[in-house]
């Protein structure tokens, strides 16, 4: 069973209001804005890496407001303790049990802010959570419920108090980008407005939590061809025969690639994948996956580089794919 082209366009009209509707508090950064909302989509994670003041805290909570469900803020800091996140089980005197206080991961859309800023120990944390769905706490399983999304920010590792996250967990990441600075026009709007000093406020919500499943559900019906398939394992083959390249792309990474592409697909109003979304989600998908080794800074060979190389090693498919 595939999308119909009916339920195509109402998916991509549907995914552009929510697209309007975030860009009341994150000014000239669409396209960032239509990827965190992929990643909601494809029930996946999104990790945001930028300088401080570029807007990954008002993107996170523009995202949170936009949807009718929970959301809670986490700061990372290195005193975070892994119950902090994920709750604790207390012996309740007067009942003579042991009683489950759950913590603030249990929202529909959390936001992990500077999360690089927390221990490993705390950090690993979220492994369970961000694969499986549930939270496991002296034995017993606690589902967080769907849909369910971490937006996790981080400065760049360069910075002081910084530590690096590890494989596993960046893996877990669907998606990771950056916004950047703002361009000339939207910094002149931000600052005639400058009296506004929450714009993530002006985001109301536009959509349930039951339309965010029923979107989900349709992208996943989303038709991808098998010349697509083919073109995405063939890519993760030759990421890890890449120069420089220690750690190349997953299975994990080419379910990632597949999943987003369906919802890319939907969000531009088709009811197929063609070989082009894979090229547009590359560098997201690809960016905290691929680890170089040592001697490619010295080469003066960064991750950006390694992905081009890579899309110009592997030729996409050149038939009609989905027609």
């Known amino acids: 069973m595939t999308i119909s082209h009916e339920q195509a366009e109402w998916f991509k009209s549907t995914f552009d209001q929510l697209t309007d509707n975030m860009e009341k508090a994150v000014l000239g950064k669409r396209h960032v804005v239509r990827l965190a909302l992929t990643c909601l989509l494809s029930e996946g994670h999104v990790l945001l890496e930028d300088f401080p003041g570029t807007g990954k805290t008002m993107l996170a909570r523009a995202l949170a407001n936009t949807v009718q469900g929970s959301h809670a803020r986490i700061q990372f800091t290195p ?60 034995g017993v399983a606690h589902p967080v419920g769907k849909p369910f999304l971490v937006i996790a920010t981080q400065n760049p590792i360069e910075q002081a108090g ?27 709007e931000l600052l005639n407005n400058a009296a506004v000093r929450d714009r993530a406020a002006l985001v109301t919500p536009v959509i349930t939590a039951a339309t965010i499943a029923q979107m989900s559900g349709l992208a996943d019906e989303v038709y991808v061809d098998p ?65 170089l080794d040592a001697e490619a800074q010295f080469s003066g060979i960064d991750v950006q580089t390694v992905i081009s190389r890579l899309l110009d090693a592997v030729a996409p498919p050149t038939d009609r794919v989905g027609a």
Request: aromatic content about 6%.
């Open 162 to 188: 910084t530590y690096r996250l590890p494989e596993a967990q960046l893996d877990r990441f669907l998606m990771k980008t950056s916004i950047g600075y703002p361009d000339r026009q939207a910094t002149v």
């Open 79 to 138: 005193d975070l303790l892994p119950s902090d996140v994920t709750g604790v089980t207390v012996y309740d005197q007067h009942k003579g049990t042991f009683e489950f206080h759950p913590g603030p991961i249990f929202h529909t859309i959390v936001l992990a802010d500077e999360i690089n800023r927390a221990s490993p120990k705390t950090q690993s944390a979220l492994l369970e959570v961000m694969e499986e769905g549930q939270v496991t706490v002296d």
């Open 227 to 291: 010349a697509v398939i083919g073109y995405v394992a063939e890519l993760a083959e030759e990421s890890r025969r890449q120069p420089h390249v220690k750690l190349g792309l997953s299975a994990r990474g080419c379910l990632a690639f597949v999943r987003v592409a369906k919802t890319w697909a939907a969000a531009d109003g088709r009811d197929h994948v063609v070989p082009d979304d894979i090229k547009d989600l590359a560098e997201p998908v690809l960016s905290h996956r691929l680890l």
